[in-house]
């Protein structure tokens, strides 16, 4: 199993989880965003996004174009929660999370970007 795959798999299990954490609105995403000042339908949205990129990352095992084009759209998601974090001026140990999923994101993306050509 290459890299990339165990990263991949890694990521899609903590999006899938906090993804639909954030769907069916536990206890810990919603007090989360309620600290970020952000509307429950938010929440919701930001979930759906987080597993379209679960989606991409598990196709991407076979086409690994798209697990790069997912590690784009889920970094750019973790530089938007790593923000939000910023904007409430929560100490950068709340964003820490948000910033290594977004490393780990992007380095998918570098993996895999030889390959992206040829989803076109």
Request: net charge positive.
């Given at each position: 199993m290459t890299l990339s795959i165990v990263l991949q798999l890694l990521l899609s299990f903590i999006f899938l989880m906090?993804?639909?954490g954030k769907i069916l609105g536990?206890?810990?995403q919603i007090e989360s965003f309620e600290h970020l000042k952000f509307k429950k339908e938010f929440r919701v949205v930001t979930g759906l996004a987080q597993l379209v990129g679960v989606i991409g990352l598990i196709i991407g095992i076979w086409y690994p174009g798209l697990a790069s084009l997912s590690g784009i759209w889920l970094g750019i998601i973790m530089i938007g929660a790593a923000a939000a974090h910023i904007r409430?001026?929560?100490p950068f140990s709340k964003?820490?999370?948000a910033v290594v999923l977004c490393i780990v994101a992007f380095f998918i993306m570098q993996?895999?970007?030889s390959e992206l050509t040829k989803l076109f």
């Open positions: 906090t993804g639909f536990t206890k810990m409430v001026k929560d964003a820490v999370p993996l895999n970007i």
